[in-house]
Each structure stands twice: as structure tokens, then as C-alpha cells.
């Protein structure tokens, strides 16, 4: 327990995607009407790939959107919606979504509408989030306080430069929509992945400084999230 969060940590990427597997399984199992905030990039996409490959039935969920580049339409390879969709909602026959942004111009009334949907719902039962190598949850860039609201944000170049390798040469985005980090830190449940040696340092400023608007994440201390890393990202053994 690393002030406040549970870290686990896996053999490696597999072992990890095992593990989350089998705990957003069974978070879904126990309520099956979850709402599950749900994360793109690479990290999850194994564990969402287990979960398929399970046969978990997911037709009860609600997937919340997480983020989504602005001024991206829905066919555009670029789109979170379209990704979350193909990996997530698509493969686990997920039977309702909330989306941040989906055919709305109007950035602030997109953010007001994507409030209402989550109060609906009551709030989020389980965060799955990846770490950005800035420390972002999802497009909550530094510095960035643990309140900070569902709105409108300028990627910071770390962000820019990560997200272009998944975009191969079309131009990233430069401003997104992202769920507050006040949507993110009051799930029910908060589990984190972070796979790879790239996000060793990160990870370690993450669980082991003090809080701190300069890594979002740092948020989590002191919430009961929990983190699964593999061990090239925390080569020690837990705890932190
Ligand atoms: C994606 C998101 C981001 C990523 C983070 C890590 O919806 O919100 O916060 O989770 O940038 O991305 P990967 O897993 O590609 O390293």
C-alpha cells in the first residue's frame, strides 16, 4: 500500500492484462449494470482483448467515454469515440454508452451534457485508466488540481508527442475534451495500468511524491485505487 493505493505488480504485460481481466470481470459479475469509465491507448487493449477472448458479457454496462480530440469527426482513424468503440464496446457487446462529445459543437455544452449523463447514472463504479507520460489521466494534463472539471484542454507537447505515434504522421489534435479529474478520482473503483520501462519514472513520481498538480495521477494516493504495473514500469516488488 503506497500512500492510499494498492499496487500490484505482474511478471509482465500478459500477466498484467490477465490480472485486470479477471478484476473488471468480476467487478462486472458482482453488477452487472456497472459503469465503467473506460480508457484507450495501448495499455489496456490486451485486457480488453482478455475480456473478449473470455466471453465476458458486458450487455448490462454503461462504457463511459474517458476523453476525445476535438474537431475529430466519428470516422476519423483519430477518434477515442471510434477506438473505445472497436476495443471495448463493439467486442464486449456493451449495451450503453455515454459519450463526451459525440455529434456535439458546442465544447462547454458537450461538457454540461456528458455531467447530466454521468449524475444520471450515479456516478462512475470502476475508472479503468492508463498513465500518461506526464502523468495525465486522461486528458487531464499537468499541472492540473484533484477538482479540476470535465472541460476543454490544450495537450501539452509530451502528450502530442506520444499521441503521434498512434496517428502515424497525421497530425495530433492539439485540444481534447476530458472527464474531470473530479469524475475520475469519485469512481467507486479506480484501477490503473501501467506497462512498459517508459513509464518507470513517472509511475515513481505518481505513488511516491507527495500529491501534486504537476502529476495529475498523484491524485490517486489516499483514493484506494488500485495499480497494477508490470515489472519493467516498477522493477521493485510492491510496496511502493
Ligand atoms: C486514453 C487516455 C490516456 C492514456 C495515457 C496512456 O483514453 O485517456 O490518458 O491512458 O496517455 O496511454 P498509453 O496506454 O498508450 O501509454
Redesign the pocket.
Known amino acids: 500500500m503506497a500512500g492510499g493505493v494498492k499496487l500490484e505488480v505482474l511478471e509482465d504485460a500478459d500477466a498484467l492484462a490477465r490480472r485486470a481481466a479477471d478484476l473488471i470481470g468480476d467487478a462486472v459479475r458482482a453488477n452487472p449494470a456497472l459503469s465503467v469509465l ?7 487493449m490486451a485486457t480488453y482483448a482478455e475480456l473478449a477472448r473470455r466471453g465476458l458479457d458486458a450487455s448490462g454496462v454503461t462504457a463511459v467515454q ?2 476525445e480530440y476535438l474537431g475529430v469527426g466519428e470516422d476519423d482513424p483519430r477518434s ?1 469515440w471510434g ?2 468503440r472497436r476495443a471495448f464496446v463493439e467486442p464486449l457487446g456493451v449495451g450503453k454508452v455515454v459519450r463526451l462529445g459525440g455529434g456535439i459543437f458546442d465544447p462547454d455544452t458537450a461538457c454540461r451534457r456528458y455531467g447530466a449523463e454521468v449524475s444520471a447514472l450515479g456516478g462512475i463504479d470502476l475508472a479503468v ?5 506526464n502523468g ?4 487531464n494534463e499537468p499541472p492540473c488540481g484533484r477538482g479540476a472539471p470535465t472541460r476543454v484542454v490544450t495537450l501539452t507537447p509530451e ?1 502530442l508527442a ?2 503521434a505515434g ?1 496517428w502515424e504522421g497525421r497530425a495530433v489534435p492539439r485540444r481534447a475534451l ?1 472527464a474531470g479529474m473530479d469524475v475520475i478520482l469519485s469512481a467507486r473503483q479506480i484501477l490503473l ?1 501501467v ?2 520501462e517508459h ?1 518507470r519514472g513517472v509511475l515513481a513520481r505518481t505513488l511516491r511524491e507527495p500529491p501534486t498538480p504537476g502529476v495529475p495521477a498523484s491524485w490517486l494516493q489516499g483514493t484506494g485505487a488500485t495499480v497494477l504495473a508490470d515489472r519493467a514500469a516498477w522493477p521493485g516488488t510492491a510496496p511502493a
Open positions: 473506460v480508457a484507450t491507448g495501448h495499455t489496456p474517458l476523453d477515442l477506438w473505445m485508466l492508463g498513465l500518461g507520460p495525465h489521466l486522461g486528458f502528450s506520444s499521441n498512434y476530458t495500468l506497462s512498459g513509464k
